[in-house]
Nanobody
């Protein structure tokens, strides 16, 4: 059974860096067959794909976020980490990690086969 867990900080202040770690069980993040994605859903809006890291460690980012987004991994812990710098209230959202079996850059739920439960992040002064 594949499980993804991504606990979060809950509340951040503007200009801080958001750091989220997705712990994966039941699948290896080094597998060439899987891609590990970060998506988010702001209140009242649709899902937004943020970025992805492949089994080989290559990363791709949404053009709108690439200047302040970094995705990395720790293969010894089977974890994938997101860091989003200089957050603003517009970054308030529920953040998800999700697996895909091909490189996807969409906000369509059907493109991802396993999801974390999501973590709510609020950016407010």
């Amino acid at each position: 059974q594949v499980q993804l867990q991504e606990p979060g900080p809950g509340l951040l202040k503007p200009s801080q860096t958001l750091s989220l770690t997705c712990t994966v069980s039941g699948a290896s993040i080094r597998s060439e067959y899987y891609f590990w994605n970060w998506l988010r859903q702001p209140p009242g809006k649709g899902l937004e794909w943020m970025g992805v890291i492949s089994g080989s460690g290559s990363a791709w980012y949404s053009p709108s976020l690439k200047n302040r987004l970094s995705i990395s991994r720790d293969t010894s812990k089977n974890q994938v980490t997101l860091q989003l710098g200089s957050v603003t209230p517009e970054d308030t959202a529920v953040y998800y990690c999700a697996r895909s079996i091909a490189l996807k850059t969409t906000g369509w739920r059907r493109d991802y086969d396993y999801w974390g439960q999501g973590t709510e992040v609020t950016v407010s002064s």
